[in-house]
């Protein structure tokens, strides 16, 4: 299973970004998705979590993105999207995506990491 993501770039603050991260291999379901970033010379942390249940999709968000970030996803193509409205520079991070998914019916629930995408933002 790979996670490839994309999208990152530099923009003003104010600006918005939209991140994708497409889950692609042997995928028999997916348990969550989720967007992490690192600023430079902190640690990385949580900023968004899509949940798959069986009555819909739950998103989580930490409270410094709330109300400016949106996560969403594509069931069918097994990716995850990260609209970032409202951008500041304290955004300014690499921003990694991971899944937690089964292989197959009988496998267990393993993560797994794409590589990170740069945003930058300016002020």
């Known amino acids: 299973v790979q996670l490839q993501a994309s999208g990152g770039g530099l923009v003003q603050a104010g600006g918005s970004l939209k991140l994708s991260c497409a889950a692609s291999?042997?995928?028999?379901?997916?348990?969550?998705m989720r967007w992490y970033r690192q600023p430079p010379g902190k640690e990385r942390e949580l900023v968004a979590k899509l949940t798959r249940w069986t009555t819909g999709d739950v998103s989580d968000y930490a409270d410094s993105v709330q109300g400016r970030f949106t996560i969403s996803g594509d069931s069918a193509e097994n990716t995850v999207y990260l609209q970032m409205n409202d951008l500041k520079p304290d955004d300014t991070a690499v921003y990694y995506c991971a899944a937690e998914l089964w292989t197959s019916e009988v496998s267990g629930r393993n993560d797994y990491w794409g590589q990170g995408t740069q945003v930058t933002v300016s002020s």
């Open positions: 291999g042997t995928i028999f379901s997916v348990a969550n």
